[in-house]
């Protein structure tokens, strides 16, 4: 995975918590998408930061989880966003 790209969350995505779990829905393609609490975490994250490598950097300091295991499960679950038309990863700055 390249910690250098960008995540862009599209605007047609409306999100709602409800207690430590979330629902993403894309209004343009009538798509929703479940988070978990790790899931919902790494959503408001994307909201804050930029890069998938200051997401993973904010996830490794706030989880106890093996660096392997939180960027394969990070990298599956952008990449299931991006399927669904949540977000768009861009190339990072070069």
């Keep these: 995975m390249d910690m250098d790209q ?11 918590e409800v207690d430590d779990e979330s629902v993403l829905l894309n209004l ?5 998408f479940g988070l978990d609490e790790v ?4 959503w408001q994250l994307a909201r804050e930061q930029v890069t998938v490598g200051a ?9 106890d989880v093996d660096p392997e295991r ?4 990070l990298e599956q ?3 299931d966003l991006q399927k669904g038309g949540l977000v768009t990863l861009e190339p990072g700055d070069l």
Excluded: P
Aim: hydrophobic content about 45%.
């Design 6 to 16: 960008t995540i862009v969350l599209h605007e047609d995505t409306i999100f709602q």
């Design 28 to 32: 343009a393609q009538s798509k929703y």
């Design 39 to 42: 899931g919902t975490r790494i």
């Design 55 to 63: 997401v993973f950097e904010h996830m490794l300091s706030e989880y």
């Design 70 to 73: 939180l960027e394969a499960d």
């Design 77 to 79: 679950l952008l990449l």
